[in-house]
């Protein structure tokens, strides 16, 4: 059974780099049937999606992240990951790595979640 | 951006009772629309995709309908277990475009 498992700082202070990674085990990121992305849950509040990528590379982001996110996958290591730039206390929140299924090609959604990992963004 | 509005925010049913709960779109997403159930502490988990097809494992009672703007779920003869926040969202753009309505809070009466 296809797990997904994130790993994060915990902590970081205002302006640096978030670095997440979401380690897949039970399956490959390989698979030409999934893509893999991000989706952050701020502290009692709703979800947003941030970005998904594909084993080929190609990337999509939210717009209103694009401009300080970068996602990568290393399909040696069978994992992905996320770097969010100059971050705030807004970012603060549990990131998720999520498994994208789909429809059909341009429709995708998502049907496996990690158990997330909680961010918080302070000096 | 399409935006998605769920009702009501909260909602409160007995064991065994029916629970509907709705979710809407801005604009016309066809049937590319999943439901998503959080339960306290836990990470979301899909409950429906295409509108009504059930996710692997989910119980017959959680049925998803509608198309275009207007969406249900219902949980028919509520559980305990069923406690939980849902989500909608809709996934109809490409280049993707994910967005997610705000949630409904499930409670038992």
Not at chain 2, 5 to 11: A, I, M
Not at chain 2, 53 to 59: E, N, V, Y
Request: glycine residues 8%; charged residues 15%.
């Amino acid at each position: 059974q296809l797990q997904l498992q994130e790993a994060g700082p915990g902590l970081v202070k205002p302006s640096e780099t978030l670095p997440l990674t979401c380690v897949v085990s039970g399956g490959s990121i390989s698979s030409s049937d999934y893509y893999w992305g991000w989706v952050r849950q701020p502290p009692g509040k709703g979800l947003e999606w941030i970005a998904s990528i594909y084993y080929s590379g190609s990337s999509y982001y939210s717009p209103s992240l694009k401009s300080r996110v970068t996602i990568s996958a290393d399909t040696s290591k069978n994992r992905f990951s996320l770097n969010l730039r100059s971050v705030t206390a807004e970012d603060t929140a549990v990131y998720y790595c999520v498994r994208l299924a789909y429809t059909d090609w341009s429709h995708w959604y998502f049907d496996l979640w990690g158990r997330g990992t909680l961010v918080t963004v302070s000096s | 951006e399409i935006v998605m509005t769920q009702s009501p925010d909260t909602l409160s049913v007995s064991p065994g009772e029916r629970a509907t709960l709705s979710c809407r779109a801005s604009q016309s997403v066809s049937s590319n629309l999943a439901w998503y159930q959080q339960r306290p502490g836990q990470a979301p988990r899909l409950l429906i995709y295409g509108a009504s097809t059930r996710a692997t494992g989910i119980p017959a009672r959680f049925r998803g309908s509608g198309s275009g703007t207007e969406f249900t779920l219902t949980i028919s003869s509520l559980q305990s277990e069923d406690l939980a926040i849902y989500y909608c969202q809709q996934y109809n753009n490409w280049p993707p475009r994910y967005t997610f309505g705000q949630g409904t809070k499930l409670e038992i009466k």
